[in-house]
Each structure stands twice: as structure tokens, then as C-alpha cells.
Nanobody
Framework: QLQLVESGGALVQPGGSLRLSCAASGFSLDYYGVGWFRQAPGKEREGVSCITFRNHKTYSADSVKGRFTISRDNAKNMVYLQMNSLKPEDSAVYYC????????????????????WGQGTQVTVSS
């Protein structure tokens, strides 16, 4: 069974940090670009960050640039999202997703480009 599982979500105070993990099972993330997305109540799902397979090129949305860092460990079949300086507006369910992208040197956070999705992990930033 092809599956992505997110973990690491929690309740954290403003200014705090969290590291989200995305584990793939049943398939290898080799040749897949991986993205992190989030969805807050009443809002559309939005792309946060993504990373390519081939050269680990990354993209981050302006809202998280300089605060969030995406990385991947191909040997462990894992992708991470390090989130620093968290703000209340970062509160959302965070999803990881994988899209077939073996040769591209850029990634995208267009939702339709992703084939597999996890179930999400809740991040709440509140004092």
C-alpha cells in the first residue's frame, strides 16, 4: 500500500519551532518531488514548500520564506519541514505530498501536480 505519513505536529507558542516529518511506505520517494501544504479551517489548501528529487532544489512560499526549511533524506525515504519563528497564522493541518518529477530541476506547489497525499498533522500556534 502506497502511503505517506506525516508526524511532528503539536501545540506550540508563538516564536517556537517544530519539525514535521513525512515518511513514505510502500514506495520509494526517488524520482518524486515532495511538497508540504497546509489548510486552515475555512481556507483553501495552500502550498508551503517543495523540494526536487534530483538536486534538492527548493521553493518556499513568501509567507514562510526565511522561517521554514524543507529537506529530504533519500536514503531514509523521508522529507522534513523545519518550522521556526512560528506565528498564529501558521496554524493549520499540514500535509505532505509526492509527485512524479524525475528530471526537473524545479518544483511546484501546484496541488494538481501531486499524486500521493498523507492524512495530515495538526500544527497549532497559540499562547
Amino acid at each position: 500500500q502506497l502511503q505517506l505519513v506525516e508526524s511532528g505536529g503539536a501545540l506550540v507558542q508563538p516564536g517556537g519551532s517544530l519539525r514535521l516529518s513525512c515518511a513514505a511506505s510502500g514506495f520509494s520517494l526517488d524520482y518524486y518531488g515532495v511538497g508540504w501544504f497546509r489548510q486552515a479551517p475555512g481556507k483553501e489548501r495552500e502550498g508551503v514548500s517543495c523540494i526536487t528529487f534530483r538536486n534538492h532544489k527548493t521553493y518556499s512560499a513568501d509567507s514562510v520564506k526565511g522561517r521554514f526549511t524543507i529537506s529530504r533524506d533519500n536514503a531514509k525515504n523521508m522529507v522534513y519541514l523545519q518550522m521556526n519563528s512560528l506565528k498564529p497564522e501558521d496554524s493549520a493541518v499540514y500535509y505532505c505530498a509526492a509527485g512524479w518529477n524525475p528530471s526537473s530541476e524545479i518544483c511546484t506547489v501546484q496541488i494538481g501536480r501531486y499524486d500521493y497525499w498523507g492524512q495530515g498533522t495538526q500544527v497549532t500556534v497559540s499562547s
